[in-house]
């Protein structure tokens, strides 16, 4: 319900500050037929236990986090609402905070400019040092609401 009001573009266009924080996660519940193409996905490159766990939290939030926040970010800008879109990696980000606050825009003087997230889907990097970033987790993003719809399709049809 909510996902067709953000694509009928019925809301209220105001600035939005939506972000995430790398490595967010929380709770899964199993689904038949869905682990093992989650599984391929995220584990194709796995070789350690660590890699597993890196991988399987990963998974976690991207799954219940990042791609919910994208895909929201991505309806508000397409309805031309400025967008300014964020990974959360470091605790020095309450000037932004501040100036979002008072003028719907994080950016403000000795801090580096943070893009709007258009159609170029550039995004700001808050780590020790705030660096512009490009497609985050675009590809996650593709795999969550275009390729595991269509394997989970043709799964069942078999």
């Known amino acids: ?32 037929g869905v682990n093992e193409i989650i599984a391929e996905e995220y584990l194709k490159n796995a070789k350690t236990p660590e890699d597993i766990r890196d991988a399987f939290t990963e998974m976690l939030g991207d799954l219940f986090m990042v791609i919910p926040s994208i895909t929201v970010a991505l309806y508000h800008r397409d309805a031309g609402v400025p967008v300014y879109m964020y990974e959360f990696q470091h605790l020095t980000v309450m000037g932004y905070w501040a100036n979002f606050i008072r003028t719907e825009s994080p950016n403000g003087p000795s801090l580096v400019h943070w893009p709007v997230y258009d159609k170029t889907n550039k995004y700001m990097n808050l780590g020790l040092q705030q660096t512009e970033g ?21 799964l069942h049809k078999a």
Request: aromatic fraction near 10%; proline fraction near 6%.
């Open 1 to 32: 319900q909510s996902v067709e009001v953000l694509k009928s573009k019925d809301f209220q266009k105001v600035p939005i500050l939506v972000g995430i924080t790398n490595h967010e996660f929380g709770w899964i519940r199993q689904t038949p």
């Open 134 to 154: 490009q497609d985050l987790k675009m590809d996650k993003l593709l795999f969550f609401t275009e390729e595991l719809p269509k394997k989970l399709a043709a």
